[in-house]
Structure formats: C-alpha cells, structure tokens
C-alpha cells in the first residue's frame, strides 16, 4: 500500500510539474501572439 | 577548483584536447556561419581558430616536458611517444598553417567586416584537414598510458565475485571500449561548454542573434551529451575494476562519479534552459534578456563542476599527477550509498513509473510532430505542432534523471546487455536531431496545407527511427 501510495505521489508531482511548465511556456506564447 | 596544473603532463593532458575537441566545436560554429551567411560569426570563427593554433605551442612544450618525464618510467613504452610526437609534428605544422591564414583574413576583413568566400572556405578545408590529424594524434597519446585499451580478452574474473541475478556470463568482464569511449565522449561536454561559452558572451557583447543562437543549441547539445558521457563512465568503472587492475582504485573513481552527478544536474540546467529560450524565440522573434542571463550563469556554474570532475577523473588512472593525497575510503562518498538505497523496491519502482510515463511523453511528442513533418495533418502549420516540443524535452529529462537511478541500481547487468548499446547510442543522435525542428527556417514557415522541405522529412524519419531504438532497446533489457 505504501509503494503504491509512493508511485502515485512521485508521479503525480512530476507529471503536474511538467504539465504546468508546457502551461506556463506556451501562455507567453500565446499572449504575443494575440 | 583545479585549472592550474603543476606538472607537464598534467598541463599536457588540460591544453591538448583544444586542438582537437575545441576545433570540431569551432568548425560547427564556423560552418554554422557560413550556411547562415553570417559575418560576425565567421569573423569570430577565425578569431577562434587561431587562437587554436596558438595553443599548438603550449600543447608541444608541455608534451615535450612530459616525455622526459616519463621516459624514466619503464611501464611507459617510448615507441609509442615517438609515434604519438611524430604525427604530432604534423599535425601541428597544419594547425599552424590553418592559425595563419585565418588570422590573415582576419585582419584583411577588419575593414569591410566581410571575409572573402575564397578564404573562408580555405580555412575550413585546412580545418577539416587538421581535425582528422588532431584525431590521429590523440588516439595514439591515449595509447601511451591508458594501458586497459590494449586488453584483450580479459582473463575469467572469480565467478562468487560477479552480482547476483546477472545474466552475464560467469567470468565476463565489461568490454575495454566502453572506456575508451568514455575517454573520448567526456572531452564534449567539458571542452564543448568552454568553446560555445566563449562564442557566447561575443554573440551577447555585440548582440547577435544568430551567434546567440547557435550557442543555445550548442548548450543544449552539451547538456544531451552529459547523459551518454555519464553512462560510458559507468561502464568504464566496472572495465576498470572487474577484474581489479593495479593503480585504480574505488575510492578515487567514487569521488569522480559524486562530481559526474552534480555535472549531469548543471548540464541538463544549462541544456533545458537554454533549448527553451531557442524555443520561446521561434515565437516572440526576440530573446529575453534575463533568460540568456541565466543560461550564462548555469553554464559557468556548470563549467566550475565539471573542471573538478574533469580532475577527478584524471587523477584515476594518471599517478604522474597526482600532486595530493588520493582518497581512501569509498563509503564516505554519495554514490555507493545510493547504489545501495535505490536496491530497495521501494526506492526503485517510483522511478520507474516515472521513466515509464517519461518515454511515453516522448513518444507522443515526436509522433505528433515527425508525422506533421512527414506530411500527415497538413490542416495544422509546423508552429502548431512545434508548440509540443518542450513536452517532449521534459519526458527527456525525466528519463535521465530516473534512468541514472535505475542505472546506478545494478550497472554492471545494464552495461553488459546488448540492447543497451543501441539504446544509449540513438539517444544522443535523437536528441541531437530534434534541435533542427527549432532552428530550421524553413520548417518553420510551413503553413497550413503546405508540404514540409524535403531535408526535413529527413531529419524528422532519423528522429523517429532513433527514438523507437531507444525505447525498445530499454523495453527488451530484461528479455533478450
């Protein structure tokens, strides 16, 4: 239960790290392009 | 910090892999220059290039000083120093030579800003010509000390001394040209950094873009070559000390791999940094100041570690410099500990769900865009796609990163699975490759309803192939 719980935070906080960086990047983006 | 060497060989082993490492990295830029018609690249190549050649006199002086030295040790073959100092004799007379004439059209260029095509392709052809003599000299200077190179096949190793749950043959013992390649590839990452740092703070001084450019996929080639220089290392450790050779010891190559580790953290800071600045340039048509700040920072912090490392490592297998006490005890330092720790399943696994999703991020990124490129979607423009590629960067990331922990969990079974060649030979060459999706001018003006250019399909079927080697080599460790 303790991995389980441990493989699901480590991924969850690396692919929501991910997702909001692709997030930030691509609003600067979006705003010169306006 | 140790840049100041205090012996010959010592100052030898720091000076002479510029003519060789710098050069290749100069005649990029160079050429890079040339194909961008850029003029203050290409002055600034020549500048580089004889700056090279001048380094050719302390290169001589210090190999000169060397071989007195070590023509008093009799485990030192004097054929090969003569062998080594002939072909040096020419290679340096065309270095000169290349030196001269690129400085010539410097100077003759002062004026007008502009050089001459003619010379401008003379002095890469002399260039290229002096490269392949830089090669030839310095694989036969490696030859003279690092003795392991010339092992054959080694004698059986105890078979009780091999780690449990190897499928590696009782008595096999990691290939020597794993060390040989590490040997090599560690010169990129270090002396690269160097030569594009210096391009880059005169492409900042007089502010031009293209120079700018170039240096910020020049980091980021930097940063991708940290991972395959990492894992050559770690297969060069088990060369070196399965069976055990005399003179090398575990203490030394620990201390060596804590720094490799923190290097591995400042190149992917400077590589990522950089490539997303290169990135976001595509579509704001500017830089941001406080961004190419920073990737200067990284790269210098970076450049700090890796000359430590870069020490360290040397001081391994070459007893004539060390000038200090050598370390004794191998468990004082981080990577045995976390050889032992990332052994628990609990520390592993999470790693490896994260490699999983980081391969699969990967994948998705360069099938959207190798597709687009290849022709399928055409409703969609190349910038559409090109916004996914920092997605495609961080699954990258993630996978050195968990990859390293995993790798350090049981290197001696990985290096020695034949699937794991493949896999860390295209991960560079697909890396690499992607740049080209962000630099490319005329990738970048396809629109809606246009076919990509032909050299891009190119690159982009390279990128795939590459990609597909890597994942399925890492797929089919376990199995084949």
């Known amino acids: 239960m303790a991995l389980l719980l441990l493989v699901i935070a480590v991924a969850l906080c690396v692919l929501g790290a991910s997702f909001v960086a692709m997030y930030c990047l691509n609003k600067a983006v979006d705003k010169s392009e306006r | 910090m140790h840049l100041i060497p205090d012996t010959w060989s010592h100052l030898h082993m720091l000076v002479s892999v510029f003519p060789l490492v710098g050069l290749l990295f100069v005649i990029g830029f160079y ?58 004799w020419a290679a340096l007379v065309l270095l000169a030579l ?43 200077g490696w030859e003279i000390n690092h003795g392991e190179l010339h092992l054959g096949e080694q004698a059986a190793a ?15 013992a990691t290939p020597q040209l794993w060390s040989h390649f590490h040997m090599i590839l560690n010169h990129f990452p270090t002396v690269g950094l160097v030569i594009v740092l210096a391009f880059y703070v005169v492409g900042l001084a007089t502010n031009n873009d293209v120079m700018k450019r170039s240096c910020l996929a020049g980091f980021a080639i930097c940063g991708i070559l940290g991972a395959p220089t990492y894992v050559t290392g770690a297969a060069a450790m088990w060369a070196l000390t399965q069976p055990p050779m005399l003179g090398i010891t575990h203490a030394a190559i620990d201390s060596h791999r804590d720094m490799a580790l923190l290097t591995l953290f400042g190149l992917a800071f400077t590589g990522v940094t950089a490539y ?21 920072i990284f790269a210098v912090i970076t450049l700090g570690i890796m000359a430590e490392t870069g020490h360290r490592g040397g001081l391994i297998n070459h007893p004539e410099i060390r000038t200090e006490d050598m370390p004794t005890d191998p468990s004082v330092f981080w990577s045995p500990n976390i050889e032992l720790l990332i052994n628990n399943v609990i520390w592993f696994v ?18 959207a865009v190798v597709l687009r490129v290849l022709g399928f979607w055409k409703s969609m423009p190349f910038s559409a796609v090109h916004r996914l590629l920092p997605l495609g960067v961080f699954g990258v990331v993630m996978n050195v990163f968990t990859g390293m922990l995993m790798l350090m969990a049981d290197t ?44 891009a399909k190119w690159v982009a079927v390279l990128v795939l192939i590459s990609w597909i080697t890597v994942i399925m080599g890492g797929r089919l460790l376990p199995y084949i």
């Open chain 2, 276 to 296: 997303l600045e290169l990135w976001r340039y595509r579509y704001l048509g500017r830089f941001s100041n406080r961004s190419l700040m920073l990737v200067l």
């Open chain 2, 412 to 455: 001696f079974r990985y290096v020695n699975e034949i699937t794991f060649v493949p896999k860390m030979f295209f991960l560079p060459i697909g890396a690499i490759a992607v740049l080209y999706f962000s630099l490319s001018e005329s990738l970048w003006r396809v629109k809606a309803g246009e076919d990509a250019p032909m050299l």
């Open chain 2, 98 to 140: 290349t030196g001269l004439i690129a400085w010539i059209e410097l100077f003759r260029s002062q004026g007008s800003g502009r050089p001459s095509q003619n010379s401008v392709h003379l002095v890469l052809g002399l260039s290229l010509v002096t490269l392949a003599f830089m090669a030839i000299v310095g694989e036969l």
């Open chain 2, 158 to 172: 105890a078979g009780s001394n091999l780690p449990s749950g190897s499928d590696v043959a009782e008595g096999q």
């Open chain 2, 350 to 367: 999470p790693w490896q769900t994260v490699h999983f999703f980081g391969y699969s991020l990967v994948f998705g990124t360069v099938t």
């Open chain 2, 31 to 88: 050429v890079t220059a040339m194909v961008t018609n850029n003029d203050g690249q290409k002055r600034t190549g020549l500048l580089a290039i004889g700056l090279i050649a001048l380094l050719g006199i302390p290169t001589y002086m210090s190999g000169d000083g060397s071989m007195a030295t070590l023509s008093e040790n009799p485990a030192v073959s004097q054929d090969r120093m003569f062998v080594h100092l002939g072909w040096g």
